[in-house]
């Protein structure tokens, strides 16, 4: 669902658009709005991992949430995947990453996760669910290449 005109949200609302400055390649941004701005607004950039402002003129289409350029087509899909044993806060941006990136997130281990990214505080029942459905494990600094790079370490640490 295109969203074109769609004014800034409310304060710790996720916006999703593409943006274009003159002479750079389009990008496509979610940003958790903090406030606007005479010719746009601020927020925290998911893409960049820091606090952006952002000119309402270079917002070529608002899109909703659940729409991206990487799911246009299915050559380019991504992988399920699912965080687990990081604090609520450091959760919500890993999961803002990888959803920017292209890939579903889950919230429970199912078939088809590709991908359990565990934290220091990951149970051992999530850890074994994901493991009878074959699902690879990564730590964040794994999930990092992965969503930067899009390869994995050949000896990720356990």
């Known amino acids: 669902m ?3 005109g769609r004014p800034p949200g409310r304060p710790r609302e996720i916006l999703h658009f593409l943006y274009q400055e003159p002479g750079h390649t389009l990008t496509e941004h979610f940003v958790n709005y903090l406030d606007t701005r005479p010719d746009g607004f601020t927020g925290f950039c998911f ?3 820091a606090e952006r402002s952002f000119q309402s003129a270079h917002v070529v289409e608002w899109l ?3 729409q991206g ?4 087509s299915p050559a ?3 992988f399920d995947i ?7 806060a450091e959760r919500a941006v890993l999961e803002a990453r990888a959803t920017a990136a292209g890939y579903r997130v889950r919230t429970s281990v199912t078939k088809g ?12 029942v999530k850890m074994r669910k994901a493991r009878e459905v074959g699902a690879e494990f990564l730590n964040k600094n794994a999930f990092e290449g992965l969503i930067t790079h899009g390869e994995l370490p050949l ?4």
């Open 82 to 88: 699912l965080f687990t044993g990081f604090e609520d």
């Open 2 to 4: 295109l969203m074109r």
């Open 64 to 66: 909703a949430l659940d």
């Open 155 to 158: 000896n990720p640490p356990p």
């Open 69 to 72: 350029r990487a799911r246009q």
């Open 113 to 124: 996760l590709a991908y359990l990214c565990c934290g220091p505080n990951a149970g051992p």
């Open 76 to 78: 380019s899909a991504k």
């Open 47 to 49: 893409t960049a991992m």
